[in-house]
């Protein structure tokens, strides 16, 4: 019999091709008078339309989004908030400018108006992270969740096809640990089997033509989907792998996320039967963890994390780090089992 608790996050979306030319209307019923516009130094020059868009209502651009926030970046953008007066935050890029936005926001309490350009999916969750010496903590708070998300997938085409590939893996581990984490529910689950499904449906077209604007589109409302499962469940072995081997060992982060998700899903295989079902339809193919290796492989993505730069001799230190606290994952996590898993994923093996 059915019996869970699922609390949805209140976030307003708009979705389509072109539907950036509504933000001035949504900064208006968002009540902002002056959005602080946030990107990465990559990314200056959409940070500096989207401010033209914005007219009056444009407080200014802070430019110096970097991966992970680290905390100085963070403290230069509040300071930057409070220097010009902002009442709002307009983010434009990938999972680090929404994540800066979300850094200023956990203290200022100020509304974001996020514009995702990859699919990270950080624009649908409370969750936020800051990185000081090193060390990246994350957290929940409701206050950081974008209060108005505008994806435009004409925004994504832009995107380098091994980007695209690693970013979207990114989000297709979202939706696989939500489908067997400890609070899991029906209509998640649903959700997280329906981003797997449009990822792998539409992936194959944007690698081939990344300006094919109907695949973009599938493959970004995959990213929401995805983002909407990582906000509302807690993540899994995966996550807490790839938070290692990104934070210790500074591997990059969609890559690690490609190349370790087969190897995790193999390894969770017989705890989550129901789970590896959906995964497996939603890829359209017979085995989730092989269905997962293939498409990557197809799309031409990284499968080892040697290539990635990690060193044979740090394999056992991070299969010591991951088991060193204990989190919940369908079945039991044994460092004799990280080790082999971390193996096989640095080898670049199928998955077993
Ligand atoms: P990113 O935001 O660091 O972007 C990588 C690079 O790609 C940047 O230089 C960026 O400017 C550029 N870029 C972005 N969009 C582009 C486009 N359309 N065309 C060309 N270049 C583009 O990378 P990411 O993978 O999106 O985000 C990774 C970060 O997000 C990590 O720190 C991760 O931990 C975090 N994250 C957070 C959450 C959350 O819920 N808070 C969820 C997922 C990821």
């Known amino acids: 019999m059915l019996d869970f608790i699922y609390d949805i996050?209140?976030?307003?979306v708009i979705?389509?091709?072109?539907?950036?030319?509504?933000?001035?209307?949504?900064?208006?019923?968002?009540?902002?008078?002056?959005a602080l516009v946030l990107s990465t130094p990559e990314q200056r020059e959409q940070g500096a339309d989207l401010a033209?868009?914005?007219g009056a209502r444009a407080a200014g651009v802070f430019d110096r989004a970097v991966m992970h926030v680290p905390t100085e970046i963070a403290q230069a953008a509040r300071d930057e908030a409070a220097r010009v007066g902002a009442d709002c935050c307009v983010s434009i890029g990938g999972g680090s400018t929404t994540d800066l936005a979300k850094a200023v926001a956990l203290v200022s309490k100020l509304p974001i108006l996020a514009v995702p350009t990859t699919y990270a999916g950080s624009e649908m969750t409370p969750i936020w992270g800051l990185t000081e010496g090193g060390v990246k903590k994350t957290g929940r708070d409701p206050r950081v969740l974008p209060k108005t998300v505008i994806y435009d997938p004409t925004l994504t085409v832009s995107i380098p096809p091994q980007f695209s590939a690693t970013s979207a893996f990114n989000a297709i581990a979202h939706c696989v640990e939500a489908l067997y984490a400890k609070e899991a529910n029906p209509i998640?689950?649903?959700?997280?089997?329906?981003?797997i499904r449009a990822f792998a449906r539409s992936l194959p077209y944007v690698i081939k033509d990344p300006t094919h604007l109907d695949a973009r589109s599938d493959v970004l409302c995959g990213a929401c989907l995805g983002g909407?499962?990582?906000?509302?469940?807690?993540?899994?072995?995966h996550h807490k792998l790839c938070h290692t081997l990104v934070g210790t060992f500074n591997l990059p982060h969609a890559e690690t996320h490609t190349v370790v998700l087969p190897?995790?899903?193999?390894?969770?295989?017989?705890?989550?039967?129901?789970?590896?079902?959906?995964i497996a339809r939603g890829l359209a193919a017979p085995s989730a963890a092989r269905g997962l290796y293939d498409l990557?492989?197809?799309l031409g993505a990284p499968l080892s994390l040697e290539a990635?730069?990690?060193?044979?001799?740090?394999?056992?230190r991070a299969a010591d780090l991951a088991v060193r606290n204990p989190y919940y994952n369908p079945r039991p996590v044994t460092r004799e089992g990280v080790l082999a898993l971390l193996d096989d994923a640095f080898a670049g093996r199928p998955p077993r």
Not at 9 to 12: G, K
Not at 308 to 316: F, H, Q, V
């Open 188 to 195: 998640i689950s649903m959700i997280a089997e329906e981003g």
């Open 296 to 298: 990557a492989a197809s």
């Open 15 to 34: 979705f389509g091709a072109g539907s950036l030319d509504r933000l001035p209307e949504e900064i208006e019923r968002l009540g902002a008078k002056r």
């Open 9 to 12: 996050l209140p976030s307003r």
């Open 308 to 316: 990635l730069g990690l060193k044979a001799s740090d394999l056992e």
């Open 228 to 237: 909407i499962s990582l906000g509302a469940v807690g993540m899994a072995l």
């Open 263 to 278: 190897h995790a899903v193999a390894y969770n295989a017989p705890a989550a039967p129901e789970a590896m079902g959906r």
């Open 52 to 54: 033209n868009r914005l």
